[in-house]
């Protein structure tokens, strides 16, 4: 389907937004990825869909890759432009697949951070979980730009992480669950994972080695990761 493109903000060289009107019938659950295009060749990508299941909007966080064969194109696009957008959206990264109860632990690098603002805009998550705990790792500030804001004021415990510049919080979110700084169990803590394929390897070898197990569309888990995701 082609949907009306109604905001593009661009934050640095490489990261943007888009949003889109939303038509009625698309549904989605919150922290899934549909597949995004421009409509004029075949190219199609996964992107998670960064706004929340009740919202009359859609809207996605994207890199813009140097001669990436979509967003090299995707960036141009502007308000009242079209945006093909997937008939439907899937993905792990949903409350479905995980433990309900406890502590919520959400766990990004980079423009991994997208699922989960949908997660944060929808009230269930609120309501399954005692704590929401949010750790968003990139490597400048200026990353940050697009939601911190929005991560500053939800009723979540936030901690942004900049490795690459001084800032209060500069170790690798593996770095924290190493040192015990932050602590993290399965019989009290929920882990959602989505980032590099470095980082969702070691963060699963990490809470493997604590005891959390895997969950999927067959059966919940104590954690949970998008394989699917490209960051
Ligand atoms: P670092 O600067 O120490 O590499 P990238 O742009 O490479 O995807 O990284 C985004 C953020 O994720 C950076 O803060 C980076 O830290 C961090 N990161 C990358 N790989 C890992 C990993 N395997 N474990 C933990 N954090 C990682």
């Known amino acids: 389907?082609?949907?009306?493109?109604?905001?593009?903000?661009?934050?640095?060289?490489?990261?943007?937004?888009?949003?889109?009107?939303?038509?009625?019938?698309?549904?989605?659950?919150?922290?899934?990825?549909?597949?995004?295009g421009i409509g004029d060749n075949d190219i199609m990508r996964a992107y998670s869909i960064t706004s929340g299941p009740y919202?009359?909007?859609?809207?996605?966080y994207s890199i813009k890759v140097p001669d990436g064969p979509l967003t090299s194109r995707l960036q141009h696009i502007k308000v009242g432009d079209e945006l093909e957008v997937g008939h439907k959206a899937v993905g792990t990264l949903t409350l479905?697949?995980?433990?309900?109860?406890?502590?919520?632990h959400l766990m990004a690098t980079g423009?991994?951070?997208?699922?989960?603002?949908?997660?944060?805009r929808d009230p269930a998550t609120y309501e399954a979980f005692d704590t929401v705990n949010v750790?968003?790792?990139?490597?400048?500030?200026a990353e940050l730009a697009a939601y911190d804001q929005f991560l500053k004021e939800m009723p979540i415990k936030y901690m942004s992480i900049v490795t690459r510049e001084k800032w209060d919080?500069?170790?690798?979110?593996?770095?924290?669950?190493?040192?015990?700084?932050?602590?993290?169990?399965?019989t009290n803590d929920r882990v959602m994972l989505c980032g590099s394929m470095s980082f969702n390897r070691d963060m699963t070898e990490l809470l493997l080695n604590r005891g959390f197990e895997e969950g999927s569309r067959k059966s919940a888990?104590?954690?949970?990761?998008?394989?699917a995701f490209v960051g």
């Not at 493109?5 to 989605?28: G, K, S």
């Not at 888990?221 to 394989?227: A, D, P, Q, R, S």
């Open 55 to 60: 919202d009359e909007f859609l809207e996605f």
């Open 169 to 186: 919080n500069s170790k690798r979110i593996t770095e924290y669950v190493t040192s015990e700084q932050l602590h993290l169990s399965p």
């Open 96 to 104: 479905a697949n995980v433990e309900l109860g406890g502590n919520l």
């Open 221 to 227: 888990g104590t954690f949970v990761l998008e394989k």
């Open 111 to 120: 423009t991994g951070i997208a699922p989960f603002i949908s997660l944060l």
């Open 135 to 141: 750790y968003w790792s990139v490597r400048n500030i």
């Open 1 to 36: 389907m082609f949907l009306k493109v109604t905001e593009v903000e661009h934050y640095t060289d490489t990261l943007f937004r888009i949003r889109t009107e939303r038509l009625q019938t698309f549904r989605f659950s919150a922290g899934e990825f549909t597949m995004i």
